[in-house]
């Protein structure tokens, strides 16, 4: 991903410095792709086998070529799954696990606090690339460490804004006045840790729309609208031709302002 840092960033330009500096044969890469992304800056796509380990080398390379003029990134579009039945195990040993059965990155795993369930053993909340979440569930179950953990695919989550909280658009596009990107999801306060955070809910959409508010936002009990709305069109890169077919990427690190699901 290549998203200018001022105003006047030429994506045109930059593409053409990074052709003429970069030498995908020596990269290994045979096909790339290259689209809009849903924040404006451009999307360069690593096709094939081995796609994750090459894109991160290309990332290295944009780096080198660009880091004065754009931000450098590399997406990765993202699932999300449910681990129930642990026993008594570690954050990295999950991790390790769910890398090692599906050759993901390592980098590319998230996983959540584990959680205590009523019959004594424990739940965790993955994130991992959706070709590693479709195999996953594939799978039914995993072994960690004496037991045999159930995978439960999450539905994906609606589009939100980091800025606003609302749902349907980004940060790169918002329009609302609010800004609670300092504030913690959860309970809409700050000044402590969202892990151990112990505030009763409270959803700043609904109190903002004179609605009980008693709960968290995207709750069951949460009212706030999930429908996509139009709040402006976002800039389009010169020389980069949109693709309406494609949905955007989850940009790496960005599991949304809710953070990790709670099970």
Same mark, same amino acid.
């Given at each position: 991903?290549?998203?200018?840092?001022?105003?006047?960033f030429?994506?045109?330009? =930059?593409?053409?410095?990074?052709?003429?500096?970069i030498?995908?044969? *020596?990269?290994?890469?045979d096909?790339?792709?290259?689209?809009?992304?849903?924040?404006?800056g451009i999307l360069?796509?690593?096709?094939?086998?081995? !796609?994750?380990g090459?894109?991160?080398?290309?990332?290295?390379?944009?780096?080198?070529?660009?880091?004065?003029?754009? +931000?450098? #990134?590399?997406?990765? =579009?993202?699932?999300?799954i %449910?681990? +129930?039945?642990?026993?008594?195990?570690?954050?990295d040993?999950?991790?390790?696990?769910?890398?090692?059965?599906? !050759?993901?990155?390592?980098?590319? +795993?998230?996983?959540g606090?584990?959680?205590?369930?009523?019959?004594?053993?424990?739940?965790?909340?993955? $994130?991992?690339?959706?070709?590693?979440?479709? %195999?996953l569930?594939?799978?039914?179950?995993?072994k960690?460490?004496?037991?045999?953990a159930?995978?439960?695919?999450?539905?994906?989550?609606?589009? $939100?804004c980091?800025?606003?909280?609302?749902? @349907?658009?980004?940060?790169?596009?918002?329009s609302?006045?609010e800004?609670?990107?300092?504030?913690?999801?959860?309970?809409? &306060?700050?000044?402590?840790?969202?892990? +151990?955070?112990d505030?009763? /809910?409270?959803?700043?959409?609904?109190?903002?729309? !004179?609605?009980?508010?008693?709960? &968290?936002?995207?709750?069951n009990?949460?009212?706030?609208?999930?429908?996509?709305?139009?709040?402006g069109?976002?800039? %389009?890169?010169?020389?980069?031709?949109?693709? %309406? &077919? #494609?949905? /955007?990427?989850?940009?790496?690190?960005?599991? @949304?302002?809710?953070? $990790?699901? *709670?099970?």
């Amino acid at each position: 991903m290549i998203v200018g840092r001022d105003d006047g960033f030429s994506y045109a330009a =930059a593409l053409k410095k990074a052709r003429e500096s970069i030498s995908l044969d *020596q990269l290994k890469i045979d096909q790339t792709k290259i689209r809009r992304a849903a924040n404006g800056g451009i999307l360069i796509e690593v096709l094939g086998p081995g !796609g994750s380990g090459k894109a991160l080398a290309l990332r290295d390379k944009l780096f080198e070529v660009l880091q004065d003029q754009a +931000v450098i #990134t590399r997406p990765v =579009a993202k699932g999300e799954i %449910r681990l +129930v039945g642990l026993d008594c195990t570690s954050t990295d040993e999950v991790l390790d696990v769910v890398a090692g059965l599906e !050759g993901c990155l390592r980098s590319d +795993v998230k996983v959540g606090m584990i959680r205590p369930l009523n019959n004594g053993l424990y739940t965790v909340w993955v $994130q991992c690339p959706l070709g590693a979440v479709a %195999r996953l569930s594939n799978l039914k179950k995993v072994k960690i460490r004496w037991t045999l953990a159930r995978m439960e695919a999450l539905s994906a989550r609606p589009l $939100q804004c980091f800025k606003c909280w609302r749902f @349907g658009h980004l940060k790169s596009s918002c329009s609302f006045k609010e800004n609670f990107s300092g504030l913690y999801f959860r309970c809409g &306060r700050s000044g402590h840790s969202a892990r +151990v955070c112990d505030f009763p /809910p409270s959803c700043k959409i609904c109190l903002i729309e !004179g609605r009980d508010y008693n709960h &968290r936002l995207g709750s069951n009990f949460c009212t706030a609208d999930r429908k996509i709305r139009d709040t402006g069109p976002v800039p %389009r890169p010169e020389g980069v031709v949109s693709d %309406r &077919r #494609t949905e /955007p990427m989850l940009l790496d690190g960005d599991p @949304g302002p809710s953070g $990790q699901r *709670q099970p």
